[in-house]
């Protein structure tokens, strides 16, 4: 089956700073890969995703890569906030067609004012 | 107008006890999913089900049940409780064909003593 790598588990940027959170992937048939945003005592919010047929995609201050060849994807969050303060996991379907997703581990983003 | 939502939000109950968790979808979705969180944050899908397929996670102890009276619902049955069973559940609903975007609900979280 599907194994999402992601890292790192934690991370600690100055407010204004750029946070970048990098996961692999295994199936080479996964063809899609979304973000999600948890904040404490919430559900998992869906933030960003990409498709296989696409390289890069941006929406305001963040930003999503994906290198197929290389099996790895990436969130790009650009001039953060304290209230990006989250964890943020990445997931990729567990197969073509399939709509189970695989997560990461998660990471805990601290932006710190 | 909340999409998805779960009720209750807390349970505490005993080990050998029998409970459910409900989930409630508005977004006419057809598809809907368990996962379940552990005290690591670890994300791991336990079920899927649309009205025409039922896919276990096979890690999933067979005490544990999803049951569906309508689209709109996906209800979660756990049999003989026990104590590793304590977690976060999310419930999250898409749309096959629409792109796999997965939204969930805000969360279960049950504690078993």
């Known amino acids: 089956g599907e194994n999402v790598e992601q890292h790192p588990s934690t991370l600690s940027v100055q407010e204004g700073d750029s946070a970048v959170i990098k996961c692999t992937y295994s199936d080479s048939a996964s063809n899609y890969f979304p973000w999600y945003k948890q904040e404490l005592g919430k559900g998992p919010q869906l933030i960003i995703d990409i498709r296989s047929n696409v390289g890069e995609k941006k929406d305001q201050r963040i930003a999503v890569t994906l290198n197929k060849t290389a099996k790895h994807f990436s969130l790009h969050i650009t001039e953060t906030q304290p209230e990006d303060s989250a964890v943020y996991f990445c997931?990729?379907?567990?197969?073509?067609?399939?709509?189970?997703?695989?997560f990461g581990k998660g990471t805990k983003l601290s932006v710190i004012p | 107008d909340t999409a998805v939502s779960q009720t209750p939000k807390y349970l505490v109950t005993q080990m050998g006890n029998d409970k459910s968790i409900k989930c409630e979808q508005n977004l006419g979705h057809d598809t809907m999913y368990w996962y379940k969180q552990d005290s690591k944050k670890f994300l791991k899908i336990m079920f899927s089900y649309n009205n025409k397929e039922l896919i276990i996670n096979e890690t999933v102890p067979n005490r544990f049940s999803p049951k569906s009276p309508d689209k709109a619902h996906l209800n979660l049955h756990i049999n003989s409780l026990e104590l590793g069973d304590s977690a976060v559940y999310f419930c999250a609903s898409s749309q096959v064909g629409g792109g796999g975007e997965q939204y969930f609900g805000p969360g279960t979280r049950l504690t078993v003593t």
């Open positions: 997931a990729a379907t567990s197969g073509a067609g399939s709509y189970q997703l695989t």
